[in-house]
């Protein structure tokens, strides 16, 4: 299994965005998390294309966009102009989650689809066959610096039983509260890819990035 680092935008310094984002590249992030909220799906409104097309000439690392929008149908094609390399859409923003993930792959991408605290997990095995990843929201979708949902330890669990079930590859993201005393719980739980926000830019952010990076080289060396 591969793990992944997708430090969290949202708790980034705006004023030195540019400078970061080459520090979590530089210091072993795979991915890059962009959260998008709409004030309807989720009460913040946060940023949306012209920020993440502006940030696609600074960097190649990959663009794991979170949408947090009513509706994210509208937008799909816009959010693979500006640069996504991969689109989450929230399960319970859509009529229909799997003709909204077919459409991301269509556009090249890969398809995620979160699901959040109050979701079942069950409602996956609707789009098990189409999804490339599944985040489980370990806090209530719409805010950085939330403490962890204990009881999302197991919704991982389970989570990761139906993917590897399915007999394909579908990684599992968890965003949210994801700290150094708990990341090694989501891990033996079965999530590969790791969102932090305030873990990774609170503080010295090359410092944190590189801390992280260790902890799923060394989790994954333990097979
Ligand atoms: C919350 C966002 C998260 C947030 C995580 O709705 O989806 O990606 O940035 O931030 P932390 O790690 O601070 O909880
Ligand atoms: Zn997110």
Not at 18 to 41: P, R, S, W
Not at 64 to 82: K, Q, S, T, W
Not at 86 to 104: F, K, N, P
């Amino acid at each position: 299994m591969e793990y992944k680092l997708s430090p969290s935008i949202l708790a980034s310094d705006f004023t030195q965005l540019g400078k970061q984002i080459e520090e979590v590249a530089e210091n072993g992030a795979d991915y890059l998390h962009i959260d998008v909220m709409d004030g309807v799906f989720v009460p913040s409104i946060s940023f949306g294309m012209p920020l993440i097309k502006s940030i696609r000439k600074c960097t190649d690392i990959f663009f794991d966009v979170h949408l947090m929008i009513e509706n994210p149908e509208r937008y799909l094609d816009a959010f693979a102009g500006c640069g996504a390399d991969g689109i989450t859409i929230h399960m319970e923003s859509v009529a229909d989650a799997g003709t909204a993930l077919r459409r991301i792959k269509s556009l090249g991408l890969r398809a995620g689809v979160a699901i959040s605290p109050e979701t079942p997990v069950e409602t996956l095995t609707a789009v098990e066959d189409i999804a490339d990843m599944v985040l489980v929201m370990t806090v209530k979708p719409g805010f950085g610096g939330q403490s962890y949902i204990e009881s999302s330890t197991k919704k991982i669990i389970k989570a990761r039983r139906l993917c590897d079930d399915s007999g394909r590859r579908i990684d599992i993201e968890v965003d949210g509260g994801i700290t150094r005393e708990n990341i090694g719980k989501v891990l033996s739980a079965g999530a590969n890819v790791i969102v932090m926000g305030s873990s990774v830019f609170g503080g010295d952010v090359a410092e944190n990035t590189a801390y992280f990076r260790k902890v799923l080289d060394e989790y994954s060396q333990k097979g």
